[in-house]
């Protein structure tokens, strides 16, 4: 069974490693501990958390049957939600980076968006998309 070391599994899920960190603290994600105490996640883990069915080893991972680029799509938490009128804005944590999108509120409604969640920001051009991770 292939195990990665906390701060390679952080990259391949696609948040920092202060956030798996928290999630293994909180019965969020399994891992595994060294005689030496450290934390090591198991591959199949990953893979429950991404949903993803192959993790390359490069650190880059994608979706066999979505027709996205991973240049193009970052996973990370959503941090907030604010709506006012038609429009949504959705701030997220991607891997220690904060990126904010102007949606429109029936698509934020729709995705059922919220604090805590995991989604994914789709980038096209100067514009950015977010879709359930």
């Not at 899920?13 to 019965?27: A, D, R, V």
């Not at 991973?70 to 701030?91: D, I, P, T």
Request: charged share 30%; proline share 3%; with cysteine.
């Amino acid at each position: 069974m292939k195990s990665f070391k906390t701060k390679d599994a952080a990259e391949q899920i696609g948040i920092s490693y202060p956030t798996i960190k928290q999630w293994i603290y909180e019965g969020k994600i399994k891992s595994i501990k060294t005689p030496g105490g450290h934390h090591r996640i198991p591959e199949e883990e990953i893979r429950r958390i991404t949903g993803e069915k192959e993790l390359e080893q490069n650190g880059n991972s994608s979706k066999s049957s979505e027709p996205i680029s991973v240049r193009n799509r970052l996973v990370g938490e959503v941090l907030e939600v604010r709506y006012e009128g038609l429009f949504a804005e959705v701030k997220m944590n991607v891997g220690g980076q904060i990126i904010i999108s102007i949606i429109t509120r029936s698509g934020c409604e729709e995705l059922g968006l919220r604090k805590g969640m995991r989604a994914a920001a789709l980038f096209k051009a100067t514009e950015v998309m977010i879709s359930l991770a």
